[in-house]
């Protein structure tokens, strides 16, 4: 193997078959592993797709400066892509997502500026106060804003993961389901297996205490990534068939499931996940196979409490 670039090392993670956490009866439940990206998440495909793709078009050139405002994935994963790069990356980010995901976008070389939320609370008020502050750094000179909840470049980056899964799983894919930030990776896997002709049925899934897509209103949770509040400009009901809310406490002992039982060690969005692959998986019968994404590794989550009552 000839040296490359550490971009060249995100993406073919592996994909996994559960063995517990399912009930006995339900068909199987795939699990696609993105903790093996370089940053420890899924983000890195759409962090390397927002930079190569506006490199590309000629928007970002040597010598200027990415902002973003996020919760700390999509900030890693750019701060790995911009550290790979060599661009300045100022990221506007809160005290309400993991300590550790503050500290590894600074250990990546980002510049952060830090946006008090309400008693750790994720809520729609924070966002905004989030994206407004993103949109005075960006109206700087020489900047280039990714936006990550409009840009339609990620979708690129994510498109991978659905062929990616295409490869990988023998048989149909029956249902895929994920937990909804952005929407880029449900709406960028949906795209490949739609335009495939392959029969699955898509499932979008929230945090029932802010059920904004199942048309309830707003409301506050501790999953970091998803439910943000609004229904995001990415998402295209075209792309998916059904929502599913699915209770915070159910995505966390889930979480704690799939690392005591499974030795998958990830985060609080990919218990949803997998929370929600089980229902459906359990609905759809023992014939059905179910794909969802492990999005991040649970090394981000140690700081928390996300694990603290397994011991
Ligand atoms: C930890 C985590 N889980 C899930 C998601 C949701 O992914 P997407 O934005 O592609 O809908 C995100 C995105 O921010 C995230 O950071």
Not at 75 to 101: I, M, P
Request: aromatic share 4%; hydrophobic share 40%; with cysteine.
């Amino acid at each position: 193997m000839t040296a490359g670039a550490l971009t060249a090392c995100v993406g073919r993670t592996p994909l996994v078959r559960l063995g517990r956490v399912v009930p006995g009866e339900a068909g199987r439940v795939l699990v696609k592993c993105e903790w093996f990206n370089p940053t420890g998440s899924y983000k890195d495909r759409m962090a390397l797709a927002m930079i190569e793709e506006a490199e590309r078009r000629g928007e970002l050139e040597p010598g200027m400066t990415v902002v973003e405002y996020t919760g700390g994935s999509t900030g890693s994963s750019l701060a790995f892509v911009c550290a790979v790069k060599g661009y300045r990356l100022r990221v506007v980010s809160s005290d309400a997502f993991a300590a550790a995901k503050l500290r590894t976008m600074e250990a990546l070389g980002a510049e952060l500026t830090i946006v008090p939320s309400d008693r750790g609370r994720i809520t729609p008020e924070l966002m905004s106060r989030m994206v407004a502050t993103a949109q005075e750094h960006a109206a700087e000179a020489g900047s280039y804003l990714t936006d990550q909840f409009h840009n339609r470049d990620s979708l690129v980056g994510y498109a991978r993961l659905g062929e990616e899964l295409l490869e990988q799983v023998d048989g149909p894919i029956d249902a895929f389901c994920a937990g909804v930030g952005t929407a880029g990776l449900a709406m960028g896997v949906s795209m490949v297996l739609t335009a495939a002709g392959s029969p699955t049925r898509i499932e979008v899934l929230e945090p029932a205490s802010s059920a904004v897509i199942s048309g309830e209103p707003p409301g506050a949770h501790h999953i970091e990534g998803v439910g943000v509040g609004v229904v995001p400009p990415l998402l295209d009901p075209s792309l998916y068939d059904q929502v599913r809310t699915v209770e915070e406490n159910d995505a966390r002992s889930m979480a704690r499931r799939l690392a005591a039982e499974e030795g998958m060690l990830a985060g609080t969005s990919t218990g949803l996940n997998v929370a929600g692959a089980s229902a459906l998986a359990d609905e759809l019968g023992s014939a059905c196979t179910v794909v969802t994404v492990a999005v991040d590794t649970g090394l981000k989550y140690l700081d928390g409490d996300l694990f603290a009552g397994s011991r």
